[in-house]
């Protein structure tokens, strides 16, 4: 009985759970509340996940309503693998948030804390599973408005404006999704992701079809951070709370990455969106850009947070690229990344995070001689940076080898060459850290330097959970590669890709 | 050339609306004025959505005698739901700015920006 209702436990477990958690009296007892619904959500989709790989897309029909009248839930490998991603970043957030957002946030603000990460995990697990366009819009709302929160959470005052631009900009690109489903929902009577990519097939070349196009491109693209739309992150994920941007840059990009996905290759059809409309070349030209221009000026920073929001961006610019390079192998190294970037950036904010928590800076001067005074915080950085750079056995490397090998299958050695050129740049932002960390002597001038030492063990735990998932990853390939391969086949069949069938 | 201005007048509303309120929330200085411009933004869509619900001749979507065309129901009911979206980012970005004065004195852009180095 309850299998059969598993695909909607996602969604409703932490919408249940998130009012409970702040009336749980007590800082730990609303900790270990959300710890558990999350814990539980990641259980879930970790069987929905196999089940989906062995039997196929499962549909649930929310409240008995049959789609395409009710609002469909439906799952695939595509939306199932990145909710794994998204449910086991939000565990180990929430494992290490007890150190480290008890010690950023506000006593008496920790029960919202985790209500509105609960509600953000909601809103996430939401994108993902629902097969409604206008209930995606929905979802997307209820977790931007407590990613706004979360980001108001921060202990130094300009987290508020940075909330604030957030706030503006993300509900600017929500809009333009909202007009966009509304013109789509004109032309077709339909909301149903599936109904409406029937019957956009038969419309050849609508106006008011590509119009809706347009804006929810648009409006995805501000939501992901695509380059010329991203000027909100770089401050948002500096000034919010260590565990807030881990788990943002892991997951709430990564989704709109999947949404971005999902009506290109379901709602659209691939070949409408590439070929007709041109989408490619502008995706890949914003996508190199990306690279680029955000790896340069993460080079550029002296404050560790937006160096890594910064890379974020670049990041992101990869997995754009695999979209942008209309073929199975790029769909499917966009895919791969969205999870493999979820687990580096990940632990790259938690040790960072880390770094606060016992020195009170983030700037890069503040990590001098940190390679003595915290050896497991900086051999995560280490070992998850090397893996943002792309070095063999770890999930980088795995990402940017179907990326390159994906450029090179259509000869195109510019793409490849470029993508190499962007870890090149990857290696000297994360080396600054790093030379800062073990060549250079702890600074003496700052006051309580002799009293550093390594963070407690509930930190260390998360942190190294998801480095050794980078390394685990990184070697046995098999979950994640099968995973991706049959996510991008969904996508492909899902615009009846011809090679798909080939 | 009349004739396409009247007959779509509804949708130089929503175009109207959406340009005056993405100027606002673009030029304003102000973060209220920020937010108001948000909200004239999303109204415009609200005005879309049901504009587009209305079928000629039709009137509201309840069973009567007598009456053979209703309206669409579904946009609005829709809209109701974009309408609560829109309140609770409105009440969102209106505490920030309540925290953004305590802690600034200001909710003028120019003003608290030359307090803090921004990225």
């Given amino acids: 009985m309850l299998s059969e209702h598993l695909p909607i436990l996602p969604i409703i477990l932490p919408l249940i759970a998130a009012p409970v958690c702040l009336l749980i009296p007590g800082r730990n007892g609303g900790w270990l509340f959300a710890t558990l619904v999350s814990a539980i959500s990641l259980v879930v989709s970790f069987v929905l996940l196999n089940r989906v790989l062995a039997e196929g897309t499962l549909s649930y029909a929310m409240g008995g309503w049959p789609p395409p009248w009710g609002i469909e839930m439906r799952l695939d490998v595509a939306n199932a693998f990145v909710l794994l991603a998204v449910t086991l970043i939000s565990t180990a957030v929430l494992v290490y948030a007890q150190k480290s957002a008890g010690h950023e946030i506000d006593r008496d603000k920790q029960g919202l804390f985790y209500t509105a990460h609960l509600l953000c995990l909601t809103g996430l697990s939401g994108i993902l599973i629902t097969g409604d366009a206008f209930n995606l819009f929905v979802f997307l709302e209820i977790s931007s408005l407590a990613t706004y929160t979360l980001v108001s959470l921060g202990s130094d005052r300009r987290c508020l404006t940075a909330a604030f631009r957030y706030l503006v900009m993300g509900t600017i690109g929500a809009t333009f999704i909202l007009i966009g489903v509304g013109m789509l929902y004109m032309k077709t009577g339909t909301l149903n992701m599936l109904d409406l990519a029937e019957q956009i097939a038969r419309y050849d070349s609508s106006r008011t079809i590509n119009t809706g196009l347009a804006f929810i491109m648009v409006g995805v693209s501000i939501k992901l951070a695509l380059f010329p739309l991203h000027l909100w992150l770089p401050p948002a994920y500096t000034f919010a709370p260590s565990a807030v941007s881990a788990f943002l840059a892991g997951t709430a990009t990564k989704v709109a990455v999947y949404v971005m996905m999902r009506f290109i290759f379901t709602i659209f059809g691939a070949d409408h969106v590439f070929h007709e409309m041109g989408m490619d070349l502008i995706l890949m030209v914003l996508a190199i850009v990306a690279i680029f221009k955000c790896s340069f000026m993460a080079a550029l920073q002296h404050n560790a947070k937006t160096l890594l929001a910064y890379s974020s961006v670049a990041q992101i610019g990869y997995i754009v690229l695999g979209i942008s390079l209309v073929s199975m192998s790029g769909l499917m190294a966009g895919i791969l990344h969205i999870f493999n970037h979820a687990l580096m950036k990940g632990a790259l904010f938690m040790a960072v995070g880390a770094v606060f928590y016992r020195v009170g800076s983030v700037e890069i001067k503040a990590f001098s001689g940190l390679g003595r005074q915290m050896p497991w915080t900086m051999a995560a950085f280490t070992v998850a940076g090397l893996s943002i750079i792309g070095v063999p056995l770890t999930v980088g490397f795995v990402s940017k080898w179907y990326l390159v090998s994906g450029a090179l299958e259509q000869g195109n050695w510019i793409i490849a060459a470029l993508v190499l050129l962007g870890s090149l740049l990857a290696i000297v932002y994360v080396g600054r850290i790093l030379e800062a960390a073990y060549f250079r002597r702890p600074d003496d001038t700052q006051s309580g330097t002799a009293a550093v030492k390594e963070v407690p063990i509930g930190m260390l735990i998360p942190m190294w959970v998801l480095v050794l998932a980078n390394v685990y990853f990184g070697i046995d390939t098999s979950l994640t590669v099968e995973a991706a391969q049959q996510a991008a086949l969904s996508f492909a069949q899902d615009s009846n890709w011809q090679e798909a069938t080939r | ?119």
């Fill in chain 2, 1 to 119: 050339m009349m004739s396409v201005v009247l007959d779509y007048y509804n949708y130089w509303i929503v175009v109207f609306l959406m340009m005056t309120g993405f100027y606002v929330v673009i030029s304003a200085n102000n973060l209220v004025k920020k937010v108001v411009g948000l909200n004239i933004f999303q109204t415009s869509v609200f005005i879309f959505y049901i504009s587009m619900g209305k079928v000629a001749e039709g009137t509201a979507p309840i069973l009567a005698e007598g009456v053979e065309a209703y309206s669409n129901p579904l946009p609005h009911v829709l809209i109701l739901t974009a309408i609560v979206v829109g309140v609770a980012t409105t009440a969102v970005g209106l505490s920030l700015i309540v925290r953004i004065k305590r802690a600034y004195g200001s909710v003028e852009e120019d003003e608290f920006q030359d307090q803090d180095d921004l990225i």
